[in-house]
């Protein structure tokens, strides 16, 4: 296995696929997304347009469907839900769909769309997404960082060395074999920084700072619990986990 971390879907090589891709937005939208199919959520559809979002979801019953939107950090008016997970209980999301559209974890959801596999992570599903790496061995795998809006985002970066970070000891593998760019290492070491205090983190960042402006506190500390999901948010088709 060779693992391969790009900070924002646009440093990912555009001529290639790997076995694996990884897509990581940990503030907020595969912390939602982990959340959403671990209470029972039926499927979850991404969209970058908001337009087709709600025309593709008119052919769903009211009552197996959920419509998310969040551009900025905000809900989109006229959708139920913005991007909070906290939204997402059982008793609202049990055996329906959700499509959702967010300002840049749906665009790294789709740019890495053509690999094989394509799974999403967060801090609060780690565990699952390395036991999954471990059990399938992929020979190439990408984690990529969603980012904001092009540029890097320290959370997804952090998350990218906590998911390499346990590969390493899961292994056993010297960190020199399994790295496959130098932002393996980097991320490595960012995450053994902050490990201990994620939410600190997540007040540093630019974007923690730009939900904690939104009143956003309580998802910041949800989002940085490790490992409390044990799901495995999964490609089903282009766009459907
Ligand atoms: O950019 C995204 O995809 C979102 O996760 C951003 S937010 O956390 O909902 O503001």
């Known amino acids: 296995m060779k693992l391969f971390v790009y ?6 090589p555009a001529d290639k696929a790997p076995d694996c891709a990884i897509a990581v937005d940990v503030l907020r939208a595969t912390s939602t997304m982990a959340t959403v199919l671990a209470a029972g959520g039926e499927a979850i559809q991404v969209f970058s347009d908001l337009e087709k979002l709600m025309h593709v979801s008119e052919s769903w019953l009211p009552e ?37 559209s967010t300002t840049n974890g749906t665009r790294a959801l789709q740019r ?23 059990e399938k061995q992929p020979e190439t795998v990408w984690i990529v960082g969603s980012g904001w809006e092009g540029s890097f985002s320290l959370e997804d970066t952090a998350c990218a060395g906590a998911i390499a970070q346990h590969v390493v000891q899961e292994t056993n593998l010297p960190l020199e074999e399994l790295a ?25 960042c630019s974007h923690g700072q730009r939900l904690l402006r939104l009143d956003c506190h ?16 999964m490609q089903r088709e282009p766009g459907v986990l």
Do not use: M
């Open 112 to 134: 890495i769309q053509d690999a094989a596999t394509v799974i999403t992570a967060a801090f609060i599903n780690r565990a699952a997404v390395v036991r999954y790496l471990i």
């Open 7 to 12: 900070h924002t879907p646009e440093l990912t």
């Open 218 to 233: 309580e998802d910041l500390k949800y989002c940085s619990q490790t490992d409390i999901l044990d799901v495995l948010p």
């Open 180 to 204: 496959g760019n130098d932002e393996v290492i980097s991320a490595i070491a960012l995450y053994s920084q902050w490990q201990d205090n994620l939410l600190g983190l997540f007040h540093a």
């Open 64 to 100: 197996k469907r959920l419509r998310a939107g969040e551009r900025g950090g905000g809900k989109v008016p006229g959708f139920e839900l913005g991007n909070s997970p906290l939204d997402c209980t059982p008793e609202l999301v049990q055996g329906r769909r959700l499509f959702i």
